[in-house]
Each structure stands twice: as C-alpha cells, then as structure tokens.
C-alpha cells in the first residue's frame, strides 16, 4: 500500500507531481494510461506542499524549500530558518506560512525576509497576486489578514464552534479585500469581506453539493477554484463565469454513511473535518479519518486530482469525464464527453421536423450536435432580452413558415429571414398547445374561476376572456379554496395546476371548460414528447400517455444505484437517459433497469437534454449555461 498523499500539483508540460509522506515525491506523465517517474524515492523531512510556477514546481518540507525544473531536476533548494508547511508564488516572489512565521524569498530562492504572524496552528494559507495582502487561517477557524510586505496584520475575524463550523478554507479573490470562503457549516461558496468576513454584496448563487465543504484549491492562472466536499468529491468553480464547471465523484459510493455525511455538518466518518490537515510535531499530518489529503488543479481547470489517505490518486478530465486511478491499467470512467462549451443566458428552444432549433443570443438556428458553441443561422428581429439558465420546456413553436416564441409576449418571424411579421403583447404567460395559444389573465388568491383567452395561430384572432369554473365535483372545494391556477401546453394538451389542499394537476379541455382527467402533482415539471410524461415515481418512472390518460401507465423501477436518478426521456433499443442529483452524472440505462454508463462533468444540476436524430450523441446543459455532448454509445 502506498503512503499517504501529502501534496500535490500539476505542471506546466503535461504532469502531476505527487509528494507523499514517507518522502517519495513522484512524476506521472499524463496518459492512457499515465506513466510514473520517480523523483526521489524516501525522506525523513517529507514534501509537504506543492504548487506550479511556470515551468518549474515547488515544494516546502518543514526544513528546506525546493525548485524543481520542467524536466524536475533540483534548480535550486532552501534551508528553512523556520519550520513552515505551505508554499505559493506570486508574479515575483515565492512565499511560505508555518505556524509562527510567513516568509517572502526572491525567485531564486536564496533571501528569505520572515514575519512573525499569530500563535496557534496554521492551517490554510494564500497571498494575493500583487503581493500587498495575505492571509493566514489559524487553528482552523480564525482567519488573520496581513500586509504582505510588512507582516503586520490588518483584520483578524473568525467562525464560531458554536455555530458547528470546525473548519475555515479561504483564498484571494479577485480584489485583495475579498476572499472565497468555504466552511463545513454552509452549503455555499461565499466571497467575503477580508475586513470583516461578511457575505458581499450580490446574488448568492454558489451553492454547493454538500454542507461539508473545504478545503480549497486555485488553479495556477487563478481562475478555476476546487471545493473538496463530504471528504472525497469535488466541485470545480469557474471565478470568471462565477458558476461550478464540474463536478466529480472519483468512486461513487451510495452507502448511508455518505448519504448521512453529505447532510450533516459533522460527518461521521470525519471526526475533525474532511480533508483537515493537522501538525504533529514537526509535520504537516491528514486527519485520520479525511478520505482526501490533497487537490490540485490544472491550468484552466483542464484537470483535478485528488490525493488520498490510502496513497490512491485519482485523476479526473474535467472536459471529457475520464477518471483514472494512476497506476492501474484501465480508466475508471472512459472519456466519454465530446465537446464542453458554455450557452449565454437566454437560450430557448424547440423542434422541427424531428431536429432541434435554439436561439441564442438572437439568433435562430438548427442545433449542431458536432459544435455546439457554433451559431449559424438567421438573426430573428426584435428578439426580447431574455435572462436565466435555459428552461427544460419547449418555448419556441414551429408552424409552417414561422417560428413562435412564447414568454411574457407573443411573436411571429419568418424561419426563412428572421422578420417579425407578428407581436402582441399577452395579460398573462401564453401556452401554445397546437394551433393556440391560452393564458389566463393575472393571478388568482383562493378564487375557484379565473379568465381564460385564446389566441388563433393561423387567424391571428384573440377571443375571450371567459371564466373557467373549477368543477366542485371533481375537486373537493371544501377542504381548501383553489389557490394559484395556473395552465401550462404538454404538446396539443392544457394541464391545469391549482396549489389548493392537496395539490392538484389536471387535463384540461381549455375549449369546454371542462376537467377531464386527474393527474399527478407536479407533471407539469416532468420530461415529455408532446404525448407521453415519464412522471417520477419512488425508485423509478411512470410512462402516463395524455392521448389515453385513462390507461394504467407503464412503470419502470430500478435498483440501487440508480434507483433516485431523475429520469428525463426513452430513446432507441429500449434506452432511457436521466440525472443523478446525488452522484451529478449523466445516467443511461436500459428500461429494464440494467446501468449502460454514467457520465461525470457538470457541476451543476442538468434539467434539459437533447438527443441527436441518430441516437449515438447526446447533449445536456446544466443549471449555470454549461453544455457538454456525449457518445452515446451500445
């Protein structure tokens, strides 16, 4: 069995470099499968950090600090006047925290100016790029801020034991009075203030997969951060797009312990937090529960690794989904993703002919499945400025020559040349189903009627409002007035919702203003073709046809581990595809519950997928814009 992983780090020309803690410190050429190097076989003063500066790597053990060149040849190494435990560059300095000093030394290692900084344990440390502020997180908890070039220290604040927080994980942000904060209290990913540690302004948007969370690792360029969470998965966020990219659990573990763990504040199987890294005497030593004990990113947030407790390392491309656990001879999860690109907000959707069509950023064209950050097509006059992620529902609607986009308004253009030959603004959220478009007028409070109106896609002709009477007969209006009708179109059909007590969805005939069938609550939020509703059902999916409502649906059920997954659409050779909220993969499988794949990648909920019209590729595009496509292969 290997030693445990102390640190490690991604060099420029294609490598990791692995420090462990008996002293060996490796070299793995990225490959299928990667090869090892040895650099130095044992030590008694083990590598406890690493990062990338350009083409060289540097390590600090608790005596020396050392500079490896691309080739990791020793360029250059440093006795320690001071015992220290982390290392990072900026553009012209290299710097170095232990638990009673932080250091400054030139490029080539050979002047060391040391600050004395606060008593206690050390255990997060980073500076800001244009080397004015550091930062310094004390016995876990305290966050100290100094002048980098002074050593002086500016704030000093912390988190509460009392509040469950055991441990605090911080790096620079973009400005250096701001930080990312992550703490095993909080399902999110904060940027505070480095003066107080107060939330900054702005949408809190960060939220993560567990209420575990740290510690933190930058990518060398700073712009892709990674949140180890419940111990051993992490969460890759891109600072620009300030939204998580991907999201990777290297082995997928269903146990209740990590289902327990990934709600709790305290996991059990992580008595002091996961990931924690304690001293024992003069070492920097894991927690002996922490399932990882080291991450690291690549440039642009090509890769993550992570390091383990066991010695295991476990790689993870973070475009295509390929996982390898170095040194064995076949990847854990091929590279089945194709391409990754991100869609601006405002992206809708709909089908013709059987092919996918999306405007994006006011422009209409086919879906291609091969590039999909390409948009070749025809500028759509007037297209209103639309916000937020793309919805899963059909929004745009093909009628011979014309395209129809429905929101707060209703518009016609031409395929052909994008002119907008028809707009009409709507008093409520019009849903086409078939050849009109019904809304209701306004919102309605504890009322059992409401307006409805149609609009006539071919005439052009608007008629009503006229009121829809809920029938006492088939709702029992004694327990609880309706309360917030609303109706939303599933291909030519009108599901009509009402939050009375209970909930209640039903078929609709807008026409005759009659109920025609029950269904279940919450449809209108499943997947569909226009016909048929895989409506979620414990521990798999009922198939409910709206052409025959009446008829007992076809259920499929599946065994653990994929017995929660979300399942959104049936293709070919009795193929279904859905979302696992747990793991965040991609999920295929036959209907009769036999595991085909899962595809590792995003980093954020995925709701809307779209299959090419052959079958073999797959398309799907998360919560935060990002979109990957998959070979869907037998």
Not at 111 to 117: F, L, N, R, S
Not at 173 to 181: F, G, R, Y
Not at 330 to 356: C, I, K, N, S, Y
Not at 458 to 481: C, E, K, M, Y
């Amino acid at each position: 069995m290997a030693a445990e992983v102390t640190a490690m780090a991604f060099g420029q020309a294609g490598f990791l470099v692995v420090a462990r803690e008996d002293g060996r410190i490796e070299s793995w050429d990225i490959g299928s499968p990667s090869a090892v190097r040895v650099v130095r076989d044992g030590s008694d003063d083990p590598v406890l950090d690493l990062v990338a500066d350009g083409p060289q790597i540097l390590g600090v053990s608790a005596r020396r600090v050392i500079a490896w060149n691309a080739a990791m040849e020793v360029e250059a190494d440093h006795v320690l006047d001071h015992p220290a435990h982390f290392v990072t560059v900026t553009a012209r300095e290299v710097w170095l925290a232990g638990d009673s000093h932080v250091a400054r030394l030139d490029r080539e290692l050979k002047e060391a100016i040391w600050m004395p900084i606060a008593e206690g344990q050390s255990t997060d440390f980073d500076v800001h790029p244009s080397g004015r502020r550091l930062v310094v997180v004390k016995d876990r908890v305290r966050v100290r801020v100094h002048d980098a070039r002074t050593g002086t220290e500016l704030h000093a604040w912390g988190r509460s034991v009392k509040d469950g927080v055991r441990q605090v994980s911080v790096r620079f942000a973009d400005k250096p009075d701001h930080l990312w904060e992550a703490d095993n209290a909080a399902w999110r990913l904060r940027r505070v203030s480095a003066k107080s540690g107060r939330q900054t302004k702005g949408p809190d948007r960060r939220k993560l997969a567990s209420s575990w969370a740290g510690p933190l690792a930058l990518s060398p360029d700073r712009g892709h951060l990674a949140v180890l969470q419940t111990g051993c998965d992490v969460q890759l966020w891109d600072l620009e797009a300030d939204a998580p990219v991907f999201y990777v659990e290297p082995v997928a573990d269903r146990s209740q312990d990590k289902v327990l763990a990934s709600l709790s504040r305290v996991p059990a199987f992580a008595s002091a937090g996961p990931g924690v890294l304690r001293r024992t005497g003069s070492r920097r030593q894991p927690d002996r529960d922490a399932a990882v004990t080291a991450l690291a990113v690549a440039e642009r947030g090509a890769m993550v690794a992570l390091g383990g407790r066991d010695g295991v390392v476990h790689r993870c491309d973070t475009a295509t989904g390929a996982i390898e656990r170095l040194g064995e001879p076949r990847l854990l999860a091929p590279p089945r993703g194709v391409t990754f690109t991100r869609w601006a907000e405002g992206v809708v959707h709909g089908v013709r002919d059987g092919e996918h069509w999306i405007v994006r950023e006011g422009t209409l064209a086919k879906l291609d499945f091969e590039r999909p950050d390409r948009i070749r097509g025809v500028a759509l006059e007037d297209f209103p400025d639309l916000h937020g992620p793309i919805y899963w529902r059909e929004t745009l609607f093909f009628r011979g020559d014309l395209v129809w986009h429905m929101g707060g308004t209703l518009r016609a253009w031409e395929v052909a040349t994008g002119r907008l030959v028809w707009h009409i603004q709507t008093p409520g959220s019009p849903q086409i189903a078939g050849d009109t478009a019904y809304m209701i007028h306004g919102h309605y409070h504890q009322r059992c009627d409401f307006p409805l109106s149609r609009i006539d896609l071919n005439t052009r002709q608007a008629t009503g409002p006229w009121q829809f009477a809920v029938d006492g007969a088939s709702i029992d209006l004694s327990v609880a007035p309706v309360n917030w009708p609303n109706i939303y179109a599933i291909g030519p059909h009108v599901v009509l919702t009402t939050y009375s007590r209970p909930e209640r969805a039903f078929l609709i005939d807008p026409e005759r203003c009659l109920l025609l069938h029950e269904l279940p609550w919450g449809i209108e939020r499943d997947p569909w073709d226009g016909r048929r509703v895989l409506h979620r059902i414990d521990g798999g999916y009922a198939v409910i046809d709206l052409e025959n409502p009446a008829a007992p649906p076809r259920i499929h059920r599946f065994p653990d581990p994929i017995g929660s997954v979300r399942w959104h659409r049936e293709i070919g050779n009795d193929r279904v595809i859905g979302w696992d909220p747990g793991a965040r993969r991609v999920v295929v499988a036959r209907t009769s519950g036999e595991l085909l794949g899962h595809f590792a990648g995003h980093g954020a909920d995925v709701y809307t997928f779209f299959v090419s019209p052959d079958e073999r590729t797959l398309l799907s595009v998360d919560h935060a814009g990002f979109v990957r496509t998959w070979r869907l292969d037998e």
